[in-house]
């Protein structure tokens, strides 16, 4: 009903906004006119639709409207975005349109701190830590408050930063005793049920499916780049967004254009280890120029405006396949297909990467239910202690807010007690506790709002002319590559080094980032890939085969689950195994496969704490897992490997001899 809507009873729906808000535009997306009507009438929406079709734009302008014409007092819309540059991008996009209603817009993050609690916009743009550090320290601000938008919901979904962001509406939701209306918003969710129920109830769910085609060339990666490069020439792309998977490998393929490009000026890198200002500068350049290659990590994967992109590139597969549509949806967003290149380096990259694009033009995606991460338990509690600083909080009050977490009561009970044991909690008259003075200081430093984990060891880099911070480095050395080109270390004042550029690039000059980008799909997808390589295999097969003195076994579990069964293999049944990338493991001799398909869960335990360290850094669970208790600790890993359901899944398998090896 609501897509046979006349425009002129949408320009009658938003008598104030529609002008500020779709003057520019010939007409209303499908997710404009499916979405518009519900946010009038109130309701809690999931609202799910391919990238540049205006989601944002279907929930401003009727939030708008309804602010405007019931009167809407003090900070009435929340707008809370995954990163900074994101939350940049919201306020330069919704500036226009709000200040020509005279509603007040303000942004808040550590490089922005523009929210005055005592003197709020009626809108706020900010990031789940800054929501946090304000709910903290100015709780009353959200008294008023009428909409909470949560933008790009699947990157912040199913990570420690999406679990802190359930408790903060928990809590946003035990300090405002009005109405709250909640919207979340993505071009990627498997299953938005699932979704909608972790953050808010009830909600309906609004999607606007079409798919844009994807023409897509499959080419190998050469040092040279040729290959590439006359290919970008002879199509006439001119504007093109290179991906990789890690830093290290965004340096030097950057470094490869420059080599191979015909503007080797006008290459560019993005990477969170640049400094802000280098970052949002190659941004504006993106923008503003109509030639250009930029070579960037998964941080340009989001919104962030560079203008229209005639291309992507990705070199090597991207690790899942929610990555692979995000970094599809800045191409051409603006025309009707999607344009890509990707790059391998082998048999097995090539095959991987035509298993994502089938699956990505039929629509299919990961479906898994995330697991809790427990550092947030910690977190939150400290945050929340923070908040009630005056009057503390009861072991019940903090359970209730934790509620998102899945805890039990006697949980959060021996959690408080072990953070007395180290000082970061105190209850001195028994029942009631307050922030202990560790923690109290760490608040006071705003390092209790963040899970973030901070990088250790790293180098603050100036450029010796200008004084200007080009970004951080983890390792010294006299020479590296950083920002696309060659630096030598001048001098050194602590962990800030002063750098002059070199003429040559990079010939001879070390890199200065870890990573080997692994691919870090999982068994779901796996299976796809079994399906592909193996004709009419189902999924509990198990393909195997016999080269010579050695077994391949073909598991296709993913990196993750792959390592982890390999390592049980030779730890606990003494057999040496190897995984390779997720794909297969190769056994010594020829073992009773059966034998090795049995895991029993102490016997994991025992291999997990053998690479914990390596592990808990593939992870990144958050900066506070180390304060958890070492048996939540223990637990919180085992529910991020998800080792139970691997005993279950491997448990199932029924080896299939196969005559030859792929």
């Known amino acids: 009903m609501d897509l046979k809507r006349s425009e002129l009873q949408f320009r009658r729906l938003l008598a104030h906004s529609w002008g500020a808000f779709f003057s520019p535009f010939p007409h209303l997306l499908p997710i404009q006119?499916?979405?518009?009507?519900?946010?009038?009438?109130?309701?809690?929406?999931v609202i799910s639709s391919p990238a540049a079709t205006g989601k944002t734009e279907a929930v401003m302008a009727p939030l708008a409207e309804l602010l405007i014409e019931e009167g809407w007092k003090g900070l009435s819309i929340l707008y809370v975005s995954p990163t900074r540059a994101l939350v940049n991008d919201l306020y330069k996009r919704l500036k226009g349109p709000l200040s020509g209603l005279r509603i007040g817009l303000s942004r808040k993050t550590m490089d922005h701190p523009e929210f005055d609690p005592l003197e709020p916009t009626s809108v706020l743009v900010t990031t789940p830590e800054s929501f946090d550090s304000l709910i903290c320290r100015a709780p009353q601000v959200f008294e008023s408050l009428r909409a909470v938008c949560l933008d790009e919901i699947h990157l912040l979904d199913g990570t420690y930063r999406g679990d802190q962001l359930m408790v903060l509406l928990q809590r946003l939701r035990l300090l405002r005793k009005g109405p709250i209306c909640f919207y979340?918003?993505?071009?990627?969710?498997?299953?938005?049920?699932?979704?909608g129920e972790r953050y808010f109830f009830p909600f309906?769910?609004?999607?606007a499916k079409g798919r844009r085609m994807i023409k897509y060339t499959l080419l190998p990666f050469d040092d040279s780049l040729k290959e590439l490069t006359e290919k970008l020439r002879s199509e006439g792309i001119k504007k093109v967004l290179v991906f990789c998977n890690t830093r290290k490998r965004v340096?030097?393929?950057?470094?490869?254009f420059k080599r191979s490009w015909k503007y080797p000026e006008r290459v560019w890198v993005h990477h969170a280890s640049l400094s802000r200002r280098e970052r949002e500068e190659v941004e504006r350049e993106m923008n503003r120029e109509r030639v250009g290659i930029c070579v960037a990590t998964m941080t340009l994967e989001l919104g962030v405006d560079i203008g229209d992109i005639e291309a992507v590139v990705l070199v090597s597969p991207p690790p899942s396949m929610s990555a692979l549509l995000q970094r599809l949806g800045r191409s051409n967003r603006r025309k009707g297909e999607l344009v890509a290149y990707g790059l391998y380096r082998d048999e097995w990259e090539l095959t991987f990467f035509n298993l994502l694009f089938e699956l990505a033009q039929l629509g299919w995606m990961e479906d898994e239910e995330p697991p809790p991460y427990l550092s947030v338990s910690v977190q939150q509690m400290l945050s929340y202690l923070y908040q009630k600083r005056r009057i503390g909080a009861t072991p019940e009050a903090i359970y209730r807010i934790l509620s998102p977490l899945g805890l039990e009561l006697t949980d959060v009970l021996e959690l408080l007690l072990h953070l007395e044991r180290i000082g970061f909690v105190q209850s001195p008259s028994g029942g009631v506790y307050w922030l202990g003075p560790k923690a109290e200081a760490m608040a006071e430093r705003g390092f209790i709002h963040s899970n973030i984990a901070r990088s250790q060891g790293s180098y603050r880099v100036f450029d010796l002319r200008s004084g200007r911070e080009i970004g951080t480095i983890e390792t010294l050395s006299p020479q590296f590559v950083l920002k696309g080109r060659s630096w030598e270390v001048e001098r050194e004042d602590g962990s800030k080094i002063f750098v002059r550029p070199l003429s040559q690039q990079g010939d001879g000059v070390k890199g200065v980032f870890s990573g080997g980008g692994g691919r870090m799909w999982g068994h779901r997808l796996g299976a796809k890939l079994k399906r592909k390589l193996f004709t009419g295999a189902k999924e509990d097969d198990l393909p195997f085969c016999l080269a010579g003195k050695i077994t391949k076994v073909y598991h296709f579990l993913g990196p993750m689950w792959g390592g982890i069964w390999a390592r049980y293999i030779s730890l606990i049944k003494g057999v040496k195994a190897q995984d390779f990338e997720g794909i297969l493991i190769t056994l010594e001799g020829d073992p009773e496969l059966n034998e090795l398909l049995r895991l029993l869960d102490e016997e994991i335990d025992k291999v997990l704490e053998g690479i914990r360290g390596s592990l808990l850094e593939q992870l990144n669970l958050g900066s506070f897992f180390r304060y958890l208790p070492p048996n939540f600790q223990d637990e919180a890993l085992r529910q991020v490997l998800g080792t139970e359901q691997m005993v279950d899944y491997i448990g199932k398998f029924n080896p299939l001899k196969v005559e030859e090896c792929p």
């Open 251 to 256: 340096e030097e393929v950057a470094l490869l």
């Open 33 to 45: 006119r499916l979405t518009i009507p519900k946010v009038l009438q109130g309701r809690n929406l």
């Open 184 to 195: 979340a918003l993505s071009a990627t969710i498997s299953d938005p049920i699932s979704l």
């Open 204 to 207: 309906e769910i609004v999607q």
